[in-house]
C-alpha cells in the first residue's frame, strides 16, 4: 500500500495545484478613470485590464452620461488583457457610468459597471 500512496500522490498534488486555475475566470483588475474616482481633467479614452485574455468580438465598453444617454466613444480594441474605448469628445462635469462585458478566454461570460466623476 505504501508504494501505491507514493505514486498516486504526485498526481493528486498536481491536480490539486491546477484546479485552481483552470477554474479561474478573467476579473477586471484595473480601470482609467478607476472605478468611483473624481477626475479634474476628462478622460481622453476608458481603459480596462482583465487578469487573462479576452475575445475581442464578444467584448466592449459603453459609457453613458450625468443625464443617461449613451455617449459616442470610438471603436473598442482588445488587445490579450487590455480593452481600450477611445473616448471621442470632451465630458463636462458630472458623473458617468461605464458598462462592460466580455468574453474570456476560457469562455465565461462577465459584465459589469463603474461609475466615475469629471469635476475640474
Known amino acids: 500500500m505504501n508504494w501505491t500512496i507514493r505514486l498516486i500522490a504526485p498526481f493528486l498534488l498536481l491536480g490539486l495545484t491546477f484546479s485552481g486555475q483552470a477554474l479561474a475566470h478573467a476579473r477586471l483588475v484595473q480601470a482609467t478613470p478607476e472605478a468611483d474616482s473624481t477626475v479634474a481633467r476628462p478622460p481622453t479614452e476608458i481603459r480596462l485590464r482583465f487578469s487573462e485574455p479576452i475575445e475581442a468580438r464578444f ?62
Do not use: C
Open 59 to 120: 467584448s466592449g465598453i459603453d459609457l453613458s452620461g450625468p443625464d443617461g444617454a449613451k455617449i459616442t466613444t470610438g471603436e473598442t480594441a482588445v488587445q490579450d488583457n487590455d480593452m481600450v474605448a477611445p473616448v471621442s469628445g470632451s465630458l463636462s462635469p458630472g458623473v458617468y457610468q461605464v458598462d462592460w462585458h466580455v468574453l474570456s478566454a476560457d469562455g465565461h461570460k462577465l459584465k459589469s459597471n463603474f461609475t466615475f466623476e469629471v469635476r475640474p
